[in-house]
C-alpha cells in the first residue's frame, strides 16, 4: 500500500512534534524515520498508525484519506518498543489474537487458526516456544512474537517503533539482518523508527532524517550518506570533525593553514567545516597544501580500523580514522606526543554564514546538490 | 500490600539491624497484636459460648436475628457488583481518558473514606428524609428510602464506593495502555479488549478491591444506623442488631451475632491473603 503524508502538523500543547511534514512511501518499500530523540520520528509513525490524530493535514492510504479511520479499521500493523505483548497469553495465543477477535462470519476455523500461527511462529523461527509465556521469553524472542502477531492479520503496512531499541548490541545486528530478508520475503510497506544511523542505512531503502519535527532529507542510504542536503544530515549520519574557519574567494582558512582546492560555500564568511575522521589524512612533514600541525593523544588500533585521537595546534580536538594497512604502510610509528600534520580531503561540509554545502569531487558539479526538503 | 513483593535475596548487610533492636521489635509488635486483635478475637467467641452451644445457637436463629443476617447479605449482594461496576469505571475513566476536572474525580472518591460514616449518613437523610431535599415529592408518590431497606442500601453504597478504584487506578496506571492499543490494532472491539485483556491484566486487583469492599459492606455501622430506623426484623443489619441486643443486656445474643460477624471477617481476610498468595505468584 502507497502511504502519503501531507503537511501534517501535530502539536503537544505548545510544543509542535511534526511541523508540516510531506511524505511518500511506496508500495512495499522499507523506509527508515531517523533522527535524535524530540525529532518527531515517533510522532509521525503514530499519526501513520493512528495512535494519534494530527491537528493538521491528511494523511492518504492508496489515494484515500485516512486522516480520521479510527485505528481498528487502519488494517496497519504496528509493533510497538516494547512490544505489548498480551502478559497473560501464551505465545501462540498472542499471535492468534488478530484472528480470534474477528466477527464470527469472517473468523477462520480454529484449525485454519492453528496453521497459520504454527506458519507464522515458523517465520519467526519460535515454532518450539509457542506454550511459553511472555515473560519467559528473551527480548529479541518477543521482538519476534510482536512481529508475528503484527503480521497474522496480514496488515497492508507494517510500522515498528524503535524495533531493536530494547535488544543488546549482537541480538540487534542478528534481527535486523534477519528483517531485511523477512521483509524482501514478505514485501509488506515497512515503516521504521530508529536513532541509530548505522541501523537506518543497512536497513532501509530509503532513510527519512527528521530534526525538530521536520525533515531534513529523504534519500537511500547512499544519497544521504554521500550527498547530505543539509549540515545537520551531514553531522547527524557518521562521526565529525568541526573546525572554525573563514571561507574568502573560494579559498578556505583555518587558524595559520590555507587550503589548496576550491570551497563551493555560497557566502563568503565565518566558517564552520565539518569532516569526516577518514577523510584526515596524516603526514610526517607538510608538502604546502595545506596542512595543520596536530599532537597525537591516543592511537587505538584495535580492530580493522586505527582510530587516532589529536589535538590540533590551537587547542581543539580532533580525530582520525584509516585502515589498518593504510595506517602499517604509513610506518609513522605514533606515540603519544607525536607530532604530525594534518591534511583535509574532499567531501567536507561547508557552513558559512548558517548556509551550507557539501564540499566534495562528486558535489563540486551542481546537479547533484540536493536542495533542503525541509519546508 | 499487593505489590509489595518480598525480596527473595535477602536484606543488604547496610539495612540490617543489629539482634536485640530486631527482637524488641518484634515483640512489640506481637504485644500490640495480642492486646488488641487476638484477645478481643477470642473474648468475642468466649463471651458467645459462655451459656453453652444452645443459647448460641438459639441466639443467632432468633426471627430478628436471622433478618438482621439475612439483610446484611442482601445488602453486601447488592452493593457489591453495583461498586464493582462503578469502581472499574472509574478506575478507566482516570488512568485511560483525558478530560477536564480528573483530579476533582480522584479526589472526590476518596470523598467517602475522608468524611465520617456518620456524616455519609446524614448526607442521605437530608436528601431524602421526611424533611428533606426530596422528602415531599417521595412521600407524595409513596416511596421510602430512609428508614427503609434502599436507604441501608445507599449508603452502604456511598461509604464502600472508594474500595475496588483505588486499588485499580495504581495498577492500572503502572501496567499502562499499550497492550489494549496492540488488541485494538489488530481488530479487537472494545467490548474484546475489556474481556480479553483489560479484565485479565487487573483481575487479581479487582478481586482484592472486591474483598475488602464486601468486608466493609457487611461490618458498616455508622451511616446504615442514620438512615436505617432500627426496627427490628425489618431495618435492622447485624452489626446494628448487635448493638441493640448488647444495649438490653443481653450479652450472650450480642456476642453471639458479634461471633458471625467476626467469622465472615475472619473468611475475608483469608480469602484477600489467598488472592494475595495468588497475584504475587502470577507476578
Known amino acids: ?375 | 500490600m499487593l505489590r509489595s513483593h518480598p525480596s527473595r535475596e535477602g536484606r543488604p548487610v547496610a539495612l540490617t539491624d543489629s539482634g536485640p533492636i530486631r527482637w524488641a521489635l518484634t515483640i512489640a509488635a506481637l504485644t500490640f497484636l495480642t492486646l488488641f486483635l487476638f484477645v478481643p478475637l477470642a473474648a468475642v467467641f468466649s463471651q458467645a459460648m459462655e451459656q453453652g452451644w444452645r443459647l448460641y445457637w438459639a441466639a443467632i436463629t432468633e426471627p430478628d436475628a436471622l433478618a438482621a443476617i439475612k439483610l446484611t447479605a442482601l445488602t453486601a449482594i447488592v452493593v457489591l457488583p453495583l461498586n464493582v461496576l462503578f469502581g472499574i469505571a472509574a478506575a478507566w475513566a482516570i488512568t485511560r481518558a483525558e478530560f477536564r476536572g480528573k483530579q476533582a474525580l480522584i479526589t472526590l472518591i476518596d470523598l467517602p473514606f475522608a468524611v465520617s460514616p456518620v456524616i455519609s449518613g446524614l448526607i442521605f437523610v437530608l436528601l431524602f428524609g421526611a424533611q428533606g431535599f426530596l422528602g415531599p415529592w417521595l412521600a407524595g408518590h409513596d416511596l421510602k428510602i430512609i428508614f427503609a431497606i434502599p436507604g441501608i442500601w445507599l449508603a452502604t453504597l456511598f461509604v464502600t464506593a472508594p474500595f475496588v478504584a483505588r486499588e485499580l487506578i495504581p495498577l492500572m496506571q503502572e501496567q499502562g495502555a499499550e497492550e489494549e492499543l496492540a488488541a485494538v490494532g489488530l481488530g479487537a472491539s472494545g467490548w474484546q479488549t475489556f474481556w480479553r485483556i483489560t479484565l485479565p491484566k487487573i483481575k487479581w486487583g479487582l478481586l482484592y478491591g472486591a474483598i475488602l469492599l464486601n468486608a466493609r459492606a457487611i461490618g458498616e455501622f455508622g451511616a446504615v444506623s442514620v438512615v436505617s430506623g432500627h426496627v427490628r426484623g425489618e431495618t435492622n443489619t447485624a452489626p446494628l442488631h448487635v448493638e441493640i441486643l448488647y444495649n438490653e443486656y443481653s450479652f450472650s445474643a450480642a456476642f453471639a451475632v458479634a461471633s458471625v460477624l467476626a467469622m465472615l471477617a475472619l473468611v475475608t481476610l483469608a480469602a484477600k491473603s489467598l488472592v494475595e498468595w495468588r497475584s504475587q505468584r502470577v507476578a
Do not use: C
Not at chain 1, 36 to 48: A, E, M
Not at chain 1, 145 to 169: I, K, T, W, Y
Not at chain 1, 184 to 190: A, F, I, P, Y
Not at chain 1, 316 to 342: A, C, K, T, W
Open chain 1, 1 to 375: 500500500m502507497r502511504i502519503e503524508v501531507q503537511s501534517i502538523v501535530k502539536r503537544f500543547g505548545s510544543f509542535t512534534a511534526l511541523n508540516n511534514v510531506s511524505l511518500a512511501v511506496e508500495s512495499g518499500e522499507l523506509v527508515a524515520l531517523l533522527g535524535p530523540s524530540g525529532s518527531g520520528k515517533t510522532s509521525l509513525l503514530r499519526v501513520i498508525a493512528g495512535l494519534d490524530v494530527p491537528d493538521g493535514g491528511r494523511l492518504l492510504f492508496d489515494g484515500r484519506d485516512a486522516t480520521r479511520r479510527n485505528l481498528r479499521d487502519r488494517g496497519v500493523g504496528f509493533v510497538f518498543q516494547h512490544y505489548a505483548l498480551f502478559r497473560h497469553m501464551s505465545v501462540f495465543e498472542n499471535v492468534a489474537f488478530g484472528l480470534r477477535v474477528r466477527p464470527r462470519a469472517l473468523r477462520p476455523p480454529e484449525r485454519d487458526i492453528a496453521d497459520r500461527v504454527r506458519r507464522l511462529l515458523a517465520l519467526v523461527q519460535l515454532e518450539a516456544l509457542g506454550d511459553r509465556l511472555p515473560s519467559q521469553l528473551s527480548g529479541g524472542q518477543r521482538q519476534r512474537v510482536a512481529l508475528a502477531r503484527a503480521l497474522a492479520v496480514e496488515p497492508q503496512v507494517l510500522l515498528l517503533d524503535e524495533p531493536f531499541g530494547a535488544l543488546d548490541a549482537k541480538v540487534r545486528k542478528d534481527l535486523r539482518r534477519w528483517l531485511r530478508r523477512l521483509h524482501d520475503e514478505l514485501h509488506v510497506t515497512s515503516i521504521f523508527v530508529t536513532h541509530d544511523q548505522e541501523e537506518a542505512l543497512e536497513l532501509a531503502d530509503r532513510v527519512v532524517i527528521m530534526n525538530q519535527g521536520a525533515i531534513e532529507q529523504v534519500g537511500t542510504p547512499d544519497e544521504v550518506y554521500e550527498k547530505p542536503a543539509t549540515g545537520f544530515v551531514f553531522r547527524f549520519l557518521g562521526d565529525v570533525n568541526l573546525f572554525h574557519g573563514r571561507v574568502e574567494n573560494q579559498t578556505l582558512r583555518i587558524e595559520d593553514t590555507t587550503f589548496d582546492m576550491p570551497i563551493v560555500a555560497t557566502e563568503d564568511g565565518e566558517a564552520q567545516v565539518y569532516v569526516r575522521p577518514h577523510r584526515l589524512t596524516l603526514q610526517a612533514a607538510p608538502t604546502g597544501h595545506g596542512e595543520f600541525p596536530a599532537t597525537v593523544e591516543r592511537v587505538n588500533a584495535a580492530g580493522p580500523l586505527v582510530r587516532i585521537d589529536l589535538v590540533a595546534a590551537w587547542g581543539s580536538p580532533l580525530r582520525v580514522e584509516m585502515s589498518e594497512d593504510r595506517y602499517r604502510r604509513l610506518r609513522l610509528n605514533l606515540q603519544r606526543g607525536s607530532e604530525v600534520f594534518i591534511a583535509m580531503q574532499q567531501d567536507f561540509y561547508v557552513e558559512t554564514n548558517g548556509h551550507g554545502r557539501p564540499n566534495g569531487v562528486a558535489s563540486t558539479s551542481r546537479d547533484v546538490v540536493a536542495a533542503p526538503m525541509a519546508s
